[in-house]
């Protein structure tokens, strides 16, 4: 049957509305090209001042990152000298790391109690036996964590956390900037940290007074060089976690001994002032993502199976200039963190609000935007992974307040019958308040963490906080 006017006139029309509609999808794709390529990229722009990481002026050999670091080296070894080494610092003589590692780090159930699941004291005490000769076996490492606790508060040394510096030339995968060694210190802390709760522990069930204090004057230099001395996120929770067991031990020293009040008034002052300082990791992990974005420009179309070549192809370097922009990526990477720093001079719990607050990535097709898509996406996947951070920093503010309770209730013997009376007075903010409750016995305080639980906890999402008995 032969095709009639109207269908011939039908079919014509839509074969230019189909061209019409190709034509334009190609004028769309020509147009995202021409906005989305390195040529018409942002100009290059310094940093700004406030996501500069802070300069280390500390001398190797004063500086405890690098015994930290060096910490589990050969008993005929200098843990500074192979810290360096293994860190990679330049040296007149240049130390082997050949016996960095001879030690073993402890491991067992005792060196790896949770406070957060456990009453850790308690379970030390009561395996009195097995505590002494858990410390035995470690002398040595002990030995080096005393010396350097006790360097600490005499002041011949000092904790300044060093950040990885860039390669000049990269030639492997492991000489990307997320690939170099960050905070190489956290093993050594976390053994010295434990080491010196497990020593206070000991000395309590032998009723050695001064050697508790001791242990706890070390564990207390420890903690606040670390406090203030980190500058990377991985280390300042390291030292907000380490922190907070140390608050939880004098707790529950407390808790046992009320008499022990007097004596640990001062190992609950202040904290150093970049602990309470919701900004201080800000600096190093901003510096982060920027080199990662730089170098995933330098290395577009030469990753090849775990190598870098050293130059891509002709059509990979073409194919690299369209689709991801560096520099707007990296302005916009600063531009967000300098929101985030304005927000944190209110607090961690400031932040903690702002960042949540912040609206989750939308990945349609009709959300994503027009310039710079490829980083826009990268960013927004990026940046949710720091939503849960000011928590836990907000946990250690509200983790000192409460130990600073319990030593009041300690030092002024306040009756039991009277402790709901005595905690509604006390100089609280409206968050403690909500998130700090008396139990019905009197005898703990129950704390609400901002952090969520990384595990289950028998008792709920808060913790309990022992008291002393009347």
């Not at 839509?14 to 942002?42: E, Q």
């Not at 330049?90 to 130390?95: H, K, T």
């Not at 159930?109 to 395996?127: E, K, M, R, T, Y």
């Not at 290395?299 to 707007?328: K, S």
């Amino acid at each position: 049957m032969a095709m009639t006017t109207k269908t011939r006139t039908v079919l014509r029309r839509l074969a230019w509305g189909v061209a019409g509609l190709c034509l334009g999808l190609i004028l769309l794709v020509l147009a995202w090209l021409a906005g989305n390529n390195r040529w018409v990229d942002a100009e290059t722009q310094p940093r700004p001042a406030a996501l500069q990481p802070r300069p280390v002026a500390l001398a190797p050999e004063v500086n405890v990152f690098f015994d930290l670091t060096g910490l589990f080296a050969g008993p005929q070894a200098q843990p500074s000298r192979v810290g360096q080494a293994l860190w990679g610092t330049p040296m007149p003589e240049q130390a082997t790391v050949t016996d960095s590692h001879l030690l073993p780090q402890p491991r067992d159930a005792a060196w790896s109690c949770s406070w957060d699941l456990n009453d850790c004291l308690g379970l030390w005490l009561q395996d009195r036996e097995g505590l002494r000769l858990r410390l035995r076996e470690q002398t040595l490492l002990l030995e080096r964590c005393a010396a350097l606790a006790d360097g600490l508060s005499a002041g011949r040394l000092a904790f300044d956390e060093l950040l990885p510096q860039p390669r000049a030339e990269l030639r492997r995968a492991s000489d990307k900037y997320l690939g170099l060694p960050v905070a190489s210190h956290l093993q050594g802390a976390r053994v010295c940290a434990r080491g010196f709760q497990m020593q206070a522990a000991w000395a309590k069930s032998q009723g050695q007074a001064e050697a508790l204090l001791q242990a706890l004057g070390r564990a207390q230099a420890l903690s606040q060089a670390l406090l203030q001395g980190s500058q990377s996120l991985i280390s300042s929770v390291l030292a907000w976690n380490h922190e907070r067991q140390r608050l939880r031990l004098l707790a529950g020293l407390l808790a046992l001994e009320p008499a022990l009040a007097p004596h640990l008034g001062a190992q609950l002052g202040a904290l150093p002032e970049r602990a309470r300082d919701a900004s201080a990791w800000m600096a190093a992990e901003s510096l982060f993502g920027g080199q990662a974005m730089q170098e995933m420009a330098q290395l577009c179309g030469r990753n090849e199976g775990g190598q870098i070549r050293e130059q891509a192809g002709l059509i990979d370097r073409w194919l690299c200039h369209f689709g991801f922009m560096p520099q707007r990526t990296l302005q916009a990477n600063d531009a967000w963190w300098l929101q985030q720093h304005e927000a944190a001079k209110d607090g961690p719990e400031a932040l903690l609000s702002r960042m949540q607050a912040q609206p989750a990535p939308d990945f349609s097709l009709w959300s994503l935007p027009f310039r710079n898509t490829i980083g826009t996406i990268l960013l927004s996947v990026a940046h949710p992974a720091f939503d849960d951070y000011p928590a836990k920093q907000a946990d250690l503010l509200l983790d000192h307040r409460v130990a600073q309770l319990a030593l009041a209730l300690a030092t002024q013997q306040v009756p039991v019958a009277e402790r709901g009376a005595w905690l509604a007075r006390q100089d609280l903010t409206p968050s403690q308040r909500e998130r700090i409750t008396l139990s019905e016995d009197g005898l703990s305080l129950r704390v609400l963490p901002w952090a969520k639980p990384v595990a289950a906890n028998p008792g709920g999402a808060s913790r309990s906080w022992p008291l002393p008995s009347p």
